[in-house]
């Protein structure tokens, strides 16, 4: 059975640092599209970054520059860092599998990120 | 690709069939939509991809249509589990993929 789960969210300062971290089992995360999906508080779903199976990596406008994927083949973990953070990226983050590029068919329960000072 | 789905909220009864509207902005290459269920403190589920393929475990109540920059969700009779929030989701030539705003299905 395949599973996701998220940890390294909490409470950071404007400016600062964070990284996220996603651990996968039952599957393999080398093989596949790994994403990472954002939802602010009482809004809706937004794709924020993907590292495909070749380790091409992929970010929303809102993110480039300041957040970086990458993954641990050998630990089967995906990561998600976040640096200059803003408030507006305050939200719960989700790691998501891809499947052929682009749907997510499994998602981690998410680790909530706050942005304030 | 800009998503938009209407309406934004739907109020309907056990057993009503539920229709939710998904348009984008271009068309979205080789119907590459997905749609998904959220429920209050949960991570969304997967539904429907390829506009019209039920994933796993989802029941046939469920379906998807559509091409181009139209695409419906229905739901043909609501059980009391299916009341949620509903997004479409683009993946077509390359990221960033897209999400559209989302439709409230609640009970009337």
């Known amino acids: 059975e395949v599973h996701l789960v998220e940890s390294g969210g909490g409470l950071i300062q404007p400016g600062g640092s964070l990284r996220l971290s996603c651990a996968g089992s039952?599957?393999?995360?080398?093989?596949?599209?790994m994403n990472w999906v954002r939802q602010a508080p009482g809004k809706g779903l937004e794709w924020v970054s993907l590292?495909?199976?070749?380790?091409?990596?992929y970010y929303a406008d809102s993110v480039k520059g300041r957040f970086t994927i990458s993954r641990d083949n050998s630990k089967n973990m995906v990561y998600l860092q976040m640096d200059s953070l803003r408030a507006e990226d305050t939200a719960v983050y989700y790691c998501?599998?891809?499947?052929?590029?682009?749907?997510?068919?499994?998602w981690g329960q998410g680790t909530l990120v706050t942005v304030s000072s | 690709i800009v998503l938009t789905q209407s309406p934004g909220t739907l109020s309907l009864s056990p057993g009503d069939r539920a229709t939710l509207s998904c348009r984008a902005s271009?068309?979205?290459?080789?119907?590459?939509v997905a749609w998904y269920q959220q429920k209050p403190g949960q991570a969304p589920r997967l539904l429907i991809f390829?506009?019209?393929y039920r994933a796993t475990g989802i029941p046939d109540r469920f379906s998807g249509s559509g091409s181009g920059t139209q695409f419906t969700l229905t739901i043909s009779r609501l059980e009391p589990e299916d009341f949620a929030v509903y997004y479409c989701?683009?993946?077509?030539?390359?990221?960033?993929?897209?999400f559209g705003q989302g439709t409230k299905v609640e009970i009337k």
């Open positions: 590292v495909s199976y070749l380790g091409t990596t």
């Open positions: 039952g599957f393999n995360v080398s093989r596949d599209f």
């Open positions: 989701q683009q993946y077509g030539s390359s990221p960033p993929w897209t």
């Open positions: 271009e068309s979205v290459s080789t119907a590459y």
């Open positions: 390829g506009a019209s």
């Open positions: 998501a599998r891809g499947r052929f590029r682009g749907y997510f068919d499994s």
